[in-house]
């Protein structure tokens, strides 16, 4: 008798099992659809320049741009043979901006963004750009790491401005998105507190002057990268001292609060650019770059090395301050990690997800407490594998959790969640194969060979639907 309801025991056990699978199934795949939703990374930057213009007497008003490959529409490009073998140009996405500029008034300014009309305005200037992204694949096409970069930009007096900026992708015949804003615009040598321009590398071009290239991304620089900024600084005085400060921004709702400092520097000659007069040019590298060319006549800025990489990824201040503790300079703007993988966006998966690399009794251990707590022992386990542990990004956890993303974006079936698959936690584990063979057996099921170093994985399809089982190693 004991028998019987020990067996009737395991029968119901193994059936709730098999019952609650696809349910349990069903809600991971569900709860890592709903993660990629609620990722709001954005697709398109924008980022509205007020630089010296040629004279005194104006200023250069530009919008600085990027756009994602996978916010752009592309089409297979049309070539022969000949032109295919030698043009690595597969697809492109043509892509056009232009730019009105209306006379306005102060009764513009305070409207509303959406209540602004420019009916009855009168045209002040107006300018255009088009431009092409190509993608050598398809994958490149759906990527978000890659960008089309541009600037559009003209003359314009000191005053009030409201101005339209419409964009057109793709071959449409009518520009799909469009926004209207009202600025003023001062006269450079009149501003009381400088503008700070967020840029990358500096190069040297071929007549000596040296050129920024320019973040591109709004008000967001690159998360666990260092950076440049190039701070005006008004009325600048030689006998007097200058100190920059970044503090971290606590925002909460509406509102903000300064945190933390993380970096301060007294300002010696070698950071201080004098006699400048920066100019938007096109590199030719799908780059926007700040020529910072010299004039006898020009402005003074500071050229300020941030140490970004070290900064955790929140919000900042830099602030740029006399003797007096007066503001000459300032700008605020976001650490961005622009590509972090979705399934680090919840705690509760990042630590489920290590599974493939832990025993079960560090992922209990992982699991337990508070939200506080689990994030500190999170954090404490990725440090201690850290490869670069004097800076904050820590390039071994990106790389594991980009590969439980790409598991689930391209093995997953009807069946299975791609990183529950066989050959997702291959790929989890020991990353993409270096060679892959699929081989089609006439009286069997279709067979993959997945080679690493001194090491060979062979899969063979189990539907005709994707699913693969592991059968040898």
Not at 54 to 76: C, G, H, I, M
Request: net charge negative; charged share 25%.
């Amino acid at each position: 008798m004991k028998q019987i309801n020990y067996l009737t025991t395991v029968a119901l056990v193994v059936g709730l099992v098999l019952c609650l699978a696809p349910e349990l199934q069903a809600q991971r795949s569900a709860k890592y659809q709903k993660l990629s939703l609620a990722d709001q990374r954005p697709s398109q930057f924008f980022d509205f320049l007020v630089l010296p213009g040629n004279t005194d007497e104006t200023v250069t008003f530009a919008s600085v741009y990027s756009f994602s490959y996978r916010y752009l529409p592309f089409k297979k490009l049309k070539q022969d043979g000949a032109a295919k073998n030698n043009n690595k140009k597969a697809f492109f996405s043509p892509v056009n901006l232009s730019m009105e500029v209306f006379n306005s008034s102060e009764a513009q300014l305070k409207k509303r963004d959406s209540d602004i009309s420019v009916e009855r305005l009168e045209p002040a200037e107006r300018s255009f750009w088009e431009d092409t992204a190509y993608a050598e694949t398809y994958e490149q096409t759906q990527t978000e790491s890659m960008f089309l970069h541009g600037h559009i930009g003209m003359e314009l007096k000191p005053g009030i401005y409201t101005y339209v900026l419409q964009m057109k992708r793709g071959e449409r015949s009518d520009p799909r998105n469009s926004r209207t804003r009202t600025v003023r615009l001062d006269s450079y040598r009149d501003m009381e507190v400088g503008n700070v321009i967020l840029g990358e590398e500096l190069y040297t071009d071929q007549r000596g002057e040296k050129q920024l290239t320019l973040m591109s991304m709004g008000d967001n620089v690159k998360y666990g990268s260092d950076f440049r900024a190039l701070a005006y600084i008004p009325g600048y005085d030689p006998s007097d001292s200058y100190t920059v400060n970044i503090r971290e921004l606590n925002i909460s709702g509406k509102d903000t609060s300064k945190g933390k400092e993380v970096f301060v520097e007294k300002l010696d000659n070698s950071k201080i650019q004098a006699n400048l007069r920066p100019q938007l040019v096109s590199s030719g590298e799908n780059e926007n770059r700040l020529r910072l060319a010299r004039e006898a006549d020009g402005f003074t800025y500071a050229l300020i090395e941030v140490p970004n990489s070290t900064f955790p990824n929140a919000s900042y201040q830099l602030t740029i301050r006399d003797q007096n503790d007066t503001t000459v300079s300032r700008t605020t703007y976001r650490s961005m990690w622009i590509d972090m993988p979705r399934s680090l966006l919840s705690l509760d998966m990042a630590i489920d997800m290590l599974r493939y690399i832990v025993d079960e009794e560090t992922l209990d251990s992982l699991s337990e407490g508070s939200q506080d707590e689990r994030e500190r022992k999170f954090r404490a386990f990725w440090k201690k594998k850290d490869p670069t542990p004097d800076t904050e990004y820590n390039e071994l956890m990106a790389e594991y959790y980009r590969r439980i993303d790409y598991a689930y974006q391209n093995f997953s079936t009807s069946n299975r969640i791609g990183y529950e698959s066989d050959q997702g936690e291959i790929y989890i584990k020991f990353g993409p194969p270096q060679n892959i063979e699929r081989k089609f057996p006439p009286n069997g099921s279709t067979v993959e060979i997945w080679s690493y170093p001194n090491r060979e994985f062979i899969f063979r399809a189990t539907s005709g639907f994707g699913d693969f089982r592991l059968v040898s190693e």
